[in-house]
């Protein structure tokens, strides 16, 4: 399609107040009470509408850490703690995945994303151009990491060539997509993988997509190998920056903490695929937002989680504060949204996005993406919006998804939906799940 | 309504096998491939039909322990501990409320009940006669607990009348409403209250709902007055029967556990509210259920949870199992499914229904009431059903709500919706919340 694209919604809700909100090609062009009546349709330009039915305009949220195809996996191996889940239920299917399992596993995940008011995620995956090519099928926003492991089966320029082929691969995709280094982990890759892997972000500019500290026992490795705990060890190794984001972050201790603060790199965590696998911790959140962290919110893939909800994850991320830290006020209400949200990293936040000028969401030159919550929820009917948003309402409180100034979801209907099911579950047929 | 009402279900999946189902006055009388295809009217009859739409049939969740009416509360107090919470922010609200505050607040809470598979349970309020009559119009079933506080505004002789009064009140209302004799928590009864309570309760016949061991201030604060922990006073005072159910039970030790066991009393854990409100503690079910304790699980009030979402919470509780065990194998997905079920506690899952012949749900002779799930919900796609209901879906994968042979949720429409929001909403204002 060529020309440009403009968005009308009306008959929004934003702080209390009915409001219109225009869009040209993505960006918010105008919002407001007087925002919307009269947008012209201009020669080389289409019209998309949206009723917002008295809904209330809300900031989306993003997920920064999944494995969306994973959706393929969910159930299998449920009862399993981390190592043996991985080891006998998850690889083993794995060496059988096509690049159509990891398509419609993906669409699978992108469409409970989008029902659940997520509009972009930061994704570690084999297959990468299949999800890519399915994010962009679907619509939404992501930051795709093809997975760099120590191979027994390949030398060390062998695998370097696959996964730089799979960049040039990602880099052919529109600008909803970008990509990033990603590293599996300290266990599975080593010092010298490592160290390619820091050079390779730099030289291409990407950010780099760790698991780091997920099990206590990835710690005393690291200290027993290195004579260091893994923040330090990857700090050694010029990975932590601000384009760095570590999953999990679970048994980062005082100092690691402090270390990650002052080179601005991101912790994204992901509680809920934690309990879920029992590692047994809970990401030090109190102590990393007073240290000045940035942190984002991630479910995890779906095969560990087992909901790509990131509305239901975010009140297990507020609880499991709360109950770690045997304080109620572990974690403020506002603060938990943001960290949902991805405004409290710029990193996951900004989602390789092309630069705009900053703004907050929802204002005018910001990316035209966001979610209309039902004012029908019954969650939603009493107390206040950040509180209801926490702890409260699930994904299914949101009503349309809006992303790129495109409308995704409208009345929780979206494009190709019975067809996504259908074909995955054809997949999972086909890998015996 | 005389006469009888007839229910007949179409188009319906269990265990993968396409199912008709009827009822009678709120009993199931067939079920299975050919069970529903000519259920002819009678003279006397109303007929009601529901097109499962090809969903599946699902037994209801079960809500072991709730302040039904506090959803005017939500938001109120959020990131207060406890005792600050029901000090500072509920108290002095509670001292405000008029029967119609209850009745709404109620109201808005059966609705989010039914749009999220519960069926029925077990209440702890101010104004019970209001909640019955909220719960009869909403068309559940509920045990309805008024509170036996001790009261320094009355003479024990008053307050006791009160309370007889209330359950004279609650025994004119039809077979969906039973009765429990609520002492509220050790706490805030003394010796002799708790001694009238076992006493009224075995005279009327009626169970016994009360708070257990949520703090571990409150075993503390036992353990001086009384020389022995929570679970050994109720005993003392005869209170630990089969008909008697503890709500929370975080800090049950293993004696204490043995000797619940023993006497047959259920657990009711509510994690989410435990994790909210920062107890710091997990009641421990893998001990419980090893000791053959029988357990339930509830939501507690939505004022601090804040939803009333079973099927999102029943998550919480298997993931802070595996959590606080530090065990991905501390609850396996069929145990957690029972309790939220009141499979695993006859007297929760009883919710005080007129003997019937003694059935699992979904066959002959087992109460209507029952669940159909949105074959469309992505969440359920793929893997097994019960690990998708413990794992993935959230309240919103219920399509239809069916309790006592009439349907009270068609296609996730229910009776009254509008009308509930703006009244709740109104009786909050007034409240100044």
């Known amino acids: 399609m060529s020309g440009h694209l403009r968005l009308v919604v009306t008959n929004a809700m934003l702080d209390g107040e009915a409001v219109s909100l225009t869009a040209l090609d993505g960006v918010i062009t105008a919002i407001g009470p007087d925002a919307g009546g009269n947008s012209p349709a201009t020669a080389d330009s289409s019209l998309e509408s949206l009723d917002a039915g008295g809904g209330i305009l809300c900031p989306p949220l993003i997920n920064g850490h999944t494995h969306a195809a994973m959706t393929l996996f969910r159930g299998h191996g449920d009862d399993l703690p981390l190592m043996r889940w991985l080891q006998e239920a998850i690889w083993p299917v794995e060496a059988k995945l096509e690049p159509e399992d990891v398509y419609w596993g993906t669409r699978l995940a992108c469409l409970e994303m989008i029902r659940s008011g997520t509009i972009g995620f930061w994704d570690m995956y084999w297959q990468p151009a299949s999800t890519a090519r399915a994010v962009e099928d679907a619509g ?50 080593g010092t010298a993988s490592l160290e390619y892997a820091v050079g390779l972000a730099a030289d291409r500019d990407l950010p780099v997509h760790i698991h780091l500290s997920e099990t206590e026992g990835e710690v005393n490795d690291c200290v027993e190998a290195h004579g260091m705990r893994p923040a330090a060890y990857l700090d050694s190794l010029g990975m932590l920056t601000p384009t760095t984001t570590l999953a999990h972050g679970v048994w980062l201790d005082r100092e690691e903490i402090e270390l990650i603060a002052d080179r601005g790199a991101t912790v994204t965590s992901n509680p809920v695929a934690n309990m879920k ?15 000045g962290v940035p942190v984002a919110l991630g479910t995890d893939g779906a095969g560990s989680n087992n909901s790509l909800d990131l509305l239901a994850d975010l009140k297990v991320f507020a609880l499991a504060q709360r109950h770690a830290a045997a304080d109620a006020e572990a974690i403020p209400k506002d603060e938990a949204w943001g960290v949902a949200t991805g405004q409290r990293s710029a990193l996951i936040g900004g989602l390789g996005r092309p630069a705009l000028p900053a703004s907050d969401p929802l204002t005018v030159g910001a990316p035209a993406d966001f979610i209309v919550l039902d004012p029908a929820t019954p969650e939603l009917a009493l107390g206040n919006l950040a509180s209801s948003l926490v702890y409260s309402a699930t994904g299914s409180a949101v009503k349309d998804t809006v992303v790129d100034g495109k409308v995704l979801m409208r009345d929780r209907q979206v494009d190709g939906h019975e067809e996504i099911l259908t074909k995955s579950a054809e997949r999972a047929r086909r890998l015996g799940l």
């Open 140 to 189: 939404l926003r992501a930051v795709i990491g093809p997975p760099l492991f120590d191979a027994p089966d390949k030398t060390f320029e062998e695998r370097n060539r696959e996964l730089e082929g799979w960049l040039d691969e990602l880099a052919g995709f529109g600008d909803r997509i970008a990509a990033a280094v990603a590293p599996h982990a300290i266990y599975t890759v």
């Open 277 to 291: 696998l029992a590692v047994g911790g809970v990401f030090p959140y109190p102590e990393a937002a007073r240290a």
